[in-house]
């Protein structure tokens, strides 16, 4: 797997005001002191460190969830990714989004309890910390909707869905300060409210969740962002999938479904007219186009998510109508002809399935939705996940340097 790096270089200087110190000379003035961070001065660069660190590990984490899902097939030369297209994601194969995923939980968390510790600043009426609390609650969705077990600052193991309720915490924190802020954080309110939706939904709790969702505007759209500026900053899912042949939407279920603008993608073909081959020489190269860049942003909430949340529940109490009254909503916003709904609930369930994963498709949120419907029983239940695993485990990193896991080593 091919991972960013940051390469981060640092240069400072001053000119010598007196003649015979010379004008090669050189200070560093060392790593920025601690309590320098404890001032309002500090916290927009804060909350830009939240996002991108954010950004740094959601398309890394889009790239897995792709294949030990449903959303990718696999055509490239990576060791891991053969095996995790297969349903194997084994602990020393994750070291590093293990390593990612809790740095940004924990530099949200800590960054909102040092925007609380700040005597002077308005921390109740801020854009930044409702949006900081806003990354707090996306850190913890991510984790809960991925992993198998929650660690916190190498503790013991937990019940993953210990995450989804740190992040409704979260969430609601960013709500209550959003809507003090006023017009100024009217987007980080509407990201806020989806994502406790989907929190609530992972907790079983549909009235709440339905309740938020109904809040949101069904063209709303929140982004992770990336850039062309550096590397680190670079979508690497563009990387992957779209300059390199890694990753193919060939062997996925999408690829018998076209011209849906949710799930856009093109048979790439050599210049003699055959099919492109991806990286193992084997597999056609049939290319993702909702990503051609590597500035590409990529939605962490969205209106129509929320819209599939109210037909999902509807769905739960038998409403088949009302469940295709809310996905036709959803398929409006992309300019999609409604469907016609079914007579029975099974072929309901499986319509709702494939077009939840088509509004989410390559988001990184696919995994988590599987393992839910997998656990369900009646027409709910997905088998997708039927002998693969279902989860990111506990990295070997963390079991090697957690005292209260190494028990745990093979």
């Known amino acids: 797997?091919?991972?960013?790096?940051?390469?981060?270089?640092?240069?400072?200087?001053?000119?010598?005001?007196?003649?015979?110190?010379?004008?090669?000379?050189?200070?560093?003035?060392?790593?920025?002191?601690?309590?320098?961070?404890?001032?309002?001065?500090?916290?927009?660069?804060?909350v830009v460190g939240m996002s991108s660190d954010l950004s740094n590990v959601l398309d890394e984490?889009?790239?897995?969830?792709?294949?030990?899902?449903?959303?990718?097939?696999?055509?490239?030369?990576?060791?891991?990714e053969q095996i995790w297209v297969k349903g194997v994601v084994r602990p020393e194969d994750v070291n590093g989004l293990w390593s990612a995923m809790h740095q940004v939980r924990f530099e949200s968390e800590s960054g909102v309890d040092r925007m609380k510790a700040m005597t002077s600043f308005a921390y109740n009426t801020s854009a930044y910390a409702a949006r900081a609390n806003m990354f707090g609650g996306f850190s913890n969705r991510m984790l809960g909707e991925t992993t198998c077990e929650a660690v916190f600052n190498a503790g013991p193991a937990e019940d993953y869905k210990t995450y989804f309720t740190r992040a409704e915490t979260y969430f609601t924190e960013a709500i209550r300060i959003a809507q003090a802020a006023g017009t100024s954080a009217t987007d980080i309110l509407n990201a806020s409210y989806s994502g406790r939706a989907a929190v609530r939904v992972s907790l079983g709790n549909w009235a709440g969740a339905v309740a938020d969702a109904a809040l949101v505007p069904s063209n709303f759209v929140y982004l992770a962002y990336f850039s062309t500026n550096s590397?680190?900053?670079?979508?690497?899912?563009?990387?992957?999938?779209?300059?390199?042949?890694?990753?193919?939407?060939?062997?996925?279920?999408?690829?018998?479904?076209?011209?849906?603008?949710?799930?856009?993608?093109?048979?790439?073909?050599?210049?003699?007219?055959?099919?492109?081959?991806?990286?193992?020489?084997?597999?056609?190269?049939?290319?993702?186009?909702?990503?051609?860049?590597?500035?590409?942003?990529?939605?962490?909430?969205k209106g129509t998510e929320m819209l599939m949340i109210r037909a999902e529940n509807a769905l739960r109490g038998s409403d088949i109508a009302g469940a295709f009254t809310f996905i036709n909503q959803q398929r409006a916003v992309s300019a999609m002809t409604a469907l016609t709904a079914p007579a029975d609930l099974p072929t309901a369930w499986a319509t709702l399935e494939k077009e939840k994963g088509a509004?989410?498709?390559?988001?990184?949120?696919?995994?988590?939705?599987?393992?839910?419907?997998?656990?369900?029983?009646?027409?709910?239940?997905?088998?997708?996940?039927?002998?693969?695993?279902?989860?990111?485990?506990?990295?070997?990193?963390?079991?090697q340097t957690n005292p209260n896991l190494r028990s745990r080593l093979p």
């Not at 797997?1 to 003649?19: D, E, I, Q, Y």
């Not at 920025?32 to 804060?46: H, K, M, R």
Request: aromatic share 10%; charged share 20%; glycine share 8%.
């Open 1 to 46: 797997m091919m991972t960013k790096r940051v390469f981060l270089v640092a240069l400072a200087g001053t000119l010598a005001t007196v003649a015979c110190n010379g004008y090669l000379d050189v200070t560093n003035p060392g790593p920025i002191a601690d309590e320098a961070l404890y001032t309002p001065d500090a916290v927009p660069s804060l």
């Open 61 to 80: 984490i889009t790239r897995i969830t792709s294949i030990a899902g449903d959303e990718s097939g696999h055509g490239g030369s990576y060791t891991a």
């Open 231 to 301: 590397t680190r900053e670079n979508n690497s899912l563009v990387q992957e999938t779209y300059v390199r042949r890694e990753f193919s939407v060939f062997g996925s279920q999408w690829a018998q479904v076209f011209k849906d603008p949710r799930v856009p993608w093109d048979t790439i073909k050599t210049t003699s007219g055959s099919v492109q081959k991806g990286q193992d020489g084997i597999t056609n190269f049939f290319r993702q186009a909702k990503y051609k860049d590597l500035g590409a942003d990529i939605a962490i909430a």
């Open 359 to 399: 509004v989410l498709w390559l988001e990184g949120r696919r995994l988590g939705d599987l393992r839910r419907w997998y656990a369900e029983s009646g027409p709910a239940h997905n088998t997708f996940l039927e002998g693969r695993d279902k989860c990111i485990p506990i990295s070997l990193n963390e079991l």
